[in-house]
């Protein structure tokens, strides 16, 4: 008997191989779990929709591969919401744990509130003065948002629209509206892309990107904020002057037209002309139609009022990100904060988000070759910002919203540029800020 178990097979090991394996799968899988519950979750908070793609596939899987223990989501809001909404979010404590700050007054009364965390000289190392103002308190102490892209405004053209036509970029003002006259009148193309219906255009691209050659740029806008420079000198008024004779140029139904409507305009090859920004590139260049038919994308410099003049450029800081102070996880937030002022990223941001630039001190190589063209532009011109950006805005009726309202109706015809300037100086004299 004892012969025959001996010769029976043995059958134990294969059972308890498989149970060894199932709770080496078991462990390994609360570990992971663990893990996970472990792992800080972090929000980002932005308006910019149009970079949830970039976001999602390369920033943040690259700030996770150097910090596998936090997890980010960016959540983008609609542009002109934003603000608002944010200020509401932060107000009940249900914003996210970074938050994308507006340049100068946008963010002032996030810091005013106590909404924002103040950064610590460690976290500013790399980033100059003039680069750390637009989000810094008046006296120089405090930074509450770290610095991150600038934005530059220019006139994108269709090339081959020009080449067709035998038109070169103009120089002047005069050139420039005899080009978009020329180009009218040689069939179905609209010379110039741009709407009224959103508003903003008017003010943001055209008469602060396009302004500046006529009112001579920082000194002027200086000049406005210390008092010494009214909204009716004769520089204002001839920017909206010029801007009242762009409504022949652009399309019939343009008062109806978004800025989406008049991106897909000159995406197709419909529009000749598309006064923007450096922000622009990647959509441009990224949005279905452009991958069907691309366009051959030109830039110029906004015309000047006379050839030979000094030529000004709105070179403006578009974005800082900075922590909320009621966030449960500040320390996974500045690690965050740290990597937004590395090397590293200041590349990467130049790589991924083409037309927007970083505003610390790394050195990067840009490789678009449109980009790198703008940017030459600050070779040869002076800088400024967006007029009313800095204390500008600090007055009720809003800065913003005001000359949002006149441009538009300057633009239409509306009302003469002379009224304009005479509406718009009468709110900005009510600015506590003025000496």
Same mark, same amino acid.
């Given at each position: 008997?004892?012969?025959?178990?001996?010769?029976?097979?043995?059958?134990?090991?294969?059972?308890?191989?498989?149970?060894?394996?199932?709770?080496?799968?078991?462990?390994?899988?609360?570990?992971?779990?663990?893990?996970?519950?472990?792992?800080?979750?972090?929000?980002?908070?932005?308006? /910019?929709?149009? &970079?949830?793609?970039?976001? =999602?596939?390369?920033?943040?899987?690259?700030?996770?591969?150097?910090?596998?223990?936090?997890?980010?989501?960016?959540?983008?809001?609609?542009? !002109?919401?934003?603000?608002?909404?944010?200020?509401?979010? !932060?107000?009940?404590?249900?914003? #996210?744990?970074?938050?994308?700050? /507006?340049?100068?007054?946008?963010?002032?009364?996030?810091?005013?509130?106590?909404?924002?965390?103040?950064?610590?000289?460690?976290?500013?190392?790399?980033?100059?003065?003039?680069?750390?103002?637009?989000?810094? $308190?008046?006296?120089?102490?405090?930074?509450?948002?770290?610095?991150?892209?600038?934005?530059?405004?220019?006139?994108?053209?269709?090339?081959?629209?020009?080449?067709?036509?035998? !038109?070169? +970029?103009?120089?002047?003002?005069?050139?420039? !509206?005899?080009?978009?006259?020329?180009?009218?009148?040689?069939?179905?193309?609209? +010379?110039?892309?741009?709407?009224?219906?959103?508003?903003?255009?008017?003010? *943001?691209?055209?008469? $602060?990107?396009?302004?500046?050659?006529?009112? #001579?740029?920082?000194?002027?806008?200086?000049?406005?904020?210390?008092?010494?420079?009214?909204? $009716? =000198?004769?520089?204002?008024?001839?920017?909206?002057?010029?801007?009242?004779?762009?409504?022949?140029?652009?399309? +019939?139904?343009?008062? =109806?037209?978004?800025?989406?409507?008049?991106?897909?305009?000159?995406?197709?090859?419909?529009?000749?002309?598309?006064?923007? #920004?450096?922000?622009?590139? &990647?959509?441009? /260049?990224?949005?279905?139609?452009?991958?069907?038919?691309?366009? &051959?994308l030109g830039v110029f410099k906004p015309p000047l009022e006379k050839a030979g003049q000094t030529c000004h450029i709105s070179v403006h800081p578009d974005f800082g990100i900075g922590v909320n102070r009621n966030s449960p996880n500040q320390a996974a937030a500045l690690k965050f904060i740290a990597w937004l002022g590395s090397a590293d990223f200041a590349q990467l941001l130049t790589d991924t988000l083409t037309g927007y630039f970083p505003l610390s001190d790394h050195p990067v190589k840009v490789h678009d070759p449109l980009g790198q063209e703008m940017l030459n532009w600050r070779q040869e011109c002076q800088d400024?910002?967006?007029?009313?950006? *800095?204390?500008?805005?600090?007055?009720? +009726?809003?800065?913003?919203?005001?000359?949002?309202?006149?441009?538009?109706?300057?633009?239409?015809?509306?009302?003469?540029?002379? *009224?304009?300037?005479?509406?718009?100086?009468?709110?900005?004299?009510?600015?506590?800020?003025?000496?």
């Amino acid at each position: 008997m004892a012969s025959l178990l001996q010769l029976q097979p043995h059958t134990h090991p294969r059972p308890r191989t498989s149970r060894v394996l199932r709770l080496a799968g078991a462990w390994l899988a609360l570990s992971m779990m663990a893990c996970t519950a472990l792992a800080q979750n972090l929000v980002i908070e932005s308006w /910019r929709k149009d &970079d949830q793609l970039f976001w =999602d596939k390369v920033l943040i899987p690259a700030f996770q591969r150097q910090h596998p223990g936090i997890r980010l989501s960016f959540r983008a809001e609609e542009p !002109l919401a934003y603000d608002a909404r944010l200020e509401s979010r !932060l107000s009940t404590r249900r914003a #996210g744990d970074l938050v994308f700050c /507006r340049p100068f007054d946008g963010s002032v009364r996030m810091h005013a509130k106590g909404y924002l965390l103040p950064l610590k000289a460690q976290e500013l190392e790399h980033f100059s003065p003039q680069a750390r103002q637009a989000w810094t $308190t008046d006296d120089g102490q405090t930074t509450y948002c770290l610095p991150v892209a600038y934005v530059m405004h220019g006139l994108f053209y269709n090339k081959k629209i020009f080449k067709d036509l035998n !038109l070169q +970029p103009p120089v002047t003002v005069e050139e420039f !509206l005899h080009l978009l006259g020329r180009i009218g009148a040689a069939g179905n193309i609209t +010379p110039l892309a741009l709407g009224t219906a959103d508003m903003w255009e008017s003010t *943001q691209v055209v008469f $602060t990107g396009m302004g500046p050659n006529f009112w #001579g740029g920082e000194k002027a806008r200086l000049g406005l904020i210390r008092g010494t420079a009214k909204f $009716t =000198d004769p520089g204002f008024i001839k920017a909206w002057e010029m801007m009242a004779r762009l409504k022949p140029h652009m399309h +019939p139904r343009q008062n =109806d037209m978004s800025n989406a409507d008049i991106q897909l305009l000159f995406a197709t090859g419909h529009a000749a002309v598309y006064p923007t #920004g450096s922000w622009d590139i &990647d959509f441009l /260049r990224s949005t279905s139609f452009a991958y069907k038919k691309p366009i &051959d994308l030109g830039v110029f410099k906004p015309p000047l009022e006379k050839a030979g003049q000094t030529c000004h450029i709105s070179v403006h800081p578009d974005f800082g990100i900075g922590v909320n102070r009621n966030s449960p996880n500040q320390a996974a937030a500045l690690k965050f904060i740290a990597w937004l002022g590395s090397a590293d990223f200041a590349q990467l941001l130049t790589d991924t988000l083409t037309g927007y630039f970083p505003l610390s001190d790394h050195p990067v190589k840009v490789h678009d070759p449109l980009g790198q063209e703008m940017l030459n532009w600050r070779q040869e011109c002076q800088d400024t910002i967006r007029l009313n950006a *800095q204390k500008i805005n600090r007055v009720w +009726p809003s800065m913003e919203e005001e000359l949002w309202y006149a441009n538009v109706k300057v633009i239409n015809q509306d009302i003469t540029p002379e *009224q304009a300037a005479r509406h718009i100086q009468g709110v900005h004299e009510k600015n506590s800020y003025l000496p």
